[in-house]
């Protein structure tokens, strides 16, 4: 007697997972799923359940159609081979460098190690990951320079406190890279002098 199949899983509906396991299954285990379901659909058991009827009949139909061997051997050929295409090939969240890969890839036993040296080189080398090296000593000159002419600025303001302190580049500014208080010649100053 054949059947047509709508697209639904007879197991799922017999409370049978639907898995590789199935062709074990017998027609007596087919039986006692079948009973136990009915028990819990059965319309006089669900007075409350508009659609308790329909899902009985569901039940009768998926029972019936395990039941006949013709119509269970196309059944499992359809998941046997749904579960050959989801298992071929994974959602793209869970692939894996292995399973997109090509295998002659690495037919060199050595080519997996030269292609992790080559990337590390790789972001090693790179412009945006590459630290800057600082010159501890041109940095101590620098903040001695700006420390020696700061402070004397401040002897000045202090010592001569009318006369006012400009600060402008040197012409030494190239060589020290730094910024030197102008001098500022008074009359009455030695021309020997600090400025």
Request: include cysteine; glycine fraction near 4%.
């Amino acid at each position: 007697m054949a059947i047509k199949l709508p697209n639904v899983d007879h197991y799922e509906i017999l409370g049978l997972p639907s898995c590789e396991e199935l062709k074990n299954l017998t027609i007596e285990g087919i039986k006692k799923a079948y009973k136990r379901k009915a028990l819990e659909l059965h319309p006089d058991k669900r007075p409350d359940d508009p659609h308790a009827n329909a899902k009985f009949q569901k039940l009768q139909f998926s029972k019936d159609v395990l039941l006949d061997q013709f119509n269970r051997k196309k059944i499992d050929a359809k998941f046997s081979e749904q579960f050959k295409q989801s298992s071929a090939r994974k959602p793209e969240s869970e692939q894996t460098e292995q399973d997109w890969r090509d295998p002659d890839w690495d037919s060199d036993p050595g080519a997996e190690e030269r292609r992790r040296n080559a990337w590390r080189e790789f972001l090693k080398n790179h412009p945006y990951r590459k630290k800057k090296k600082k010159n501890s000593l041109l940095s101590l000159e620098f903040i001695n320079q700006v420390l020696i002419w700061v402070s004397m600025a401040l002897i000045m303001i202090v010592t001569r406190p009318n006369q006012i302190v400009e600060f402008q580049r040197s012409k030494y500014a190239t060589i020290y890279g730094g910024i030197c208080p102008s001098k500022k010649v008074e009359k009455n100053s030695m021309v020997g002098g600090i400025w």
